[in-house]
C-alpha cells in the first residue's frame, strides 16, 4: 500500500490546533498510511480517494472524531459509529476523548477506513431523503398558504436548501422561535437563497 503524502497547509492546522493536537496528529498518522490525498477542507483535514471525501479529522469542546463521510455505508461490527444528529443522513463519528483510546482502536480504525475506500471505489452512494420526506413546520406551511409568492420562490430552491431551512425552522422549540426565524429567512428565500447563502 502506498503512504499518503502530508500537506503542509495541515502541518499549519496542526500548529495552531490547541486542545485536541495529539490526537489530530495521531489519527492523521493512522490515515496517513492509505493511499489517500490530504487536504484542508472546511478548515479541517480531510483525506481523499480519487476526488472523493473519505474521512475527516475534527475536533469539539467534548471530544475530537473521524467524521466518514458516507460512514451510514459501512458495516460497523464494532458498534463505534455515532450519527451526530437525526438530521445527519450520511456521515458518522467515531470519537475520542484522549491518545490512548486511538492507540486501542488504531487496528480497527484502520480496517474502517479501508472500508471506506471500498466504499468509494465501488461508486456507492448514501440514499438520501428528499426534502418532501421531511416534515414541514406547520408555521412555513402558513406562510406559505398565505404568500403566493413565497410559495413559488421556497418550492422554486434547491431540495438542499428547501431542507436546510425546513431542518432550521423544526430545530426552534417553540411555535414563536419558528415564526420569528421564517420571518427572518424570507427576504433571502424570495431571492432564491439558501440558508447560508
Known amino acids: 500500500m502506498t503512504k499518503s503524502e502530508t500537506n503542509p497547509k495541515i502541518d499549519v492546522f496542526l500548529g495552531e490546533s490547541a486542545q485536541w493536537r495529539k490526537e489530530f496528529e495521531k489519527l492523521r498518522k493512522i490515515i496517513l498510511e492509505f493511499p489517500l490525498t ?3 477542507k472546511w478548515g479541517k483535514p480531510c483525506y481523499m480517494f480519487q476526488n ?3 474521512v475527516l479529522i475534527h475536533g469539539f469542546k467534548e471530544y475530537c472524531a473521524l ?3 458516507k460512514g451510514a455505508l459501512l458495516r460497523d461490527p464494532n458498534h463505534i459509529l455515532i450519527q451526530q444528529t437525526e438530521n445527519v443522513q450520511a456521515g458518522r463519528q467515531i470519537r475520542f476523548t484522549n491518545v490512548r483510546q486511538i492507540v486501542e482502536l488504531e487496528p480497527v480504525l484502520k480496517v474502517y477506513i479501508q472500508e471506506a475506500i471500498e466504499v468509494e471505489k465501488a461508486g456507492l452512494k448514501v440514499p438520501l431523503k428528499k426534502s418532501s420526506e ?4 406547520e408555521e412555513l406551511q402558513k406562510k406559505l398558504d398565505a404568500i403566493p409568492a413565497l410559495n413559488i420562490a421556497f418550492h ?3 431540495p438542499g436548501r428547501q431542507r436546510g431551512y425546513i431542518l432550521y425552522f423544526s ?5 414563536k422561535t419558528r415564526e420569528s426565524r421564517i420571518e427572518r429567512c424570507m427576504p433571502q428565500i424570495l431571492k432564491g437563497q439558501g440558508l447560508n447563502d
Open 156 to 158: 422554486a430552491l434547491t
Open 38 to 40: 490530504e487536504e484542508l
Open 134 to 137: 421531511f416534515t414541514m413546520p
Open 52 to 54: 472523493g471525501n473519505i
Open 171 to 175: 430545530a426552534a422549540k417553540q411555535s
Open 67 to 69: 467524521l466518514f463521510m
